[in-house]
């Protein structure tokens, strides 16, 4: 009966049931380094950008007419509006690099919370000597991401029938990476190669676009991005360990 459930479950269960994971005491070190490293990073921006736009919205006052300067009231949220949404994806992508470390250890501290069984058994300076393989996987995401997504952004520049599937395509296809980006943590704390985790994925399509479309949407919302990438990885290690974890112990039953 729990194996049914298990099997049953949706890829938004499972992310939801990452804000659960994440206010858990033993692993609260692991979502709260990189969360505050986030922050700097997006506040240290936000006040470069932010004076930026002071200087151009200064510039463009000078340039309109007197009858014309409400139109700089109007301007001014959509301009700050469209500059927070853009500046939390680029430190979204950014911080995929600078927390891998962070975010290769806290999907083994879920999996072992989740499970009572310890992932590595080697000790910190293991895990030091560790990072240039990591950084090395998320160099392998991004060589799978950049020609795909520039595929689908071209298709944005086809006139008609381009602009009306370009959207829908590209949702699913961010979808996808979501899943990929995150569920790749606890595959990749098993050595389990980069093809064989998007194999496994696509064996469960359902949970796995239904995950990613959920981390997707999340992260189109400003300040709450900030928490999607440890949600992310704490539903996704959940995820692992009752869907794969099992299969990937057991080499005979592994996928091919």
Known sequence: MKETAKAAKSGVNYFMDGFELIRRPGLRTFVVIPLLINILLFATGFYFAFGELQRMFAWLEGQLPEY????????????????????AFIFSSV??????????????????????????????????????????????????????????????????LGQMVAPVLWFLFSAWMMAVQYCDYPFDNHRVPFDDMKFALKQTRGSS?????????????PIVNFIVMPVAICGATAMWVDKYREAYRNPAIAPD
């Open 68 to 87: 014309l300067q409400w139109f700089n009231f109007l301007l001014w949220p959509l301009a700050v509006i469209s500059m927070v949404v853009v500046m």
């Open 95 to 160: 911080m995929n690099w600078l927390a891998a470390p962070f975010n290769g250890l806290l999907a083994e501290k879920v999996e072992q919370m989740l499970t009572g069984k310890s992932v590595n058994t080697g000790g910190a300076v293991d895990t030091v000597k560790d990072i240039p393989r990591m950084l090395g996987r998320e160099w392998t995401k991004l060589k799978y991401y950049l020609p795909r997504a520039i595929v689908f952004l071209l298709l944005f520049w086809v006139p008609v």
């Open 209 to 221: 676009f239904s995950f990613g479309a959920t981390v997707t949407l999340f992260a189109m919302i």
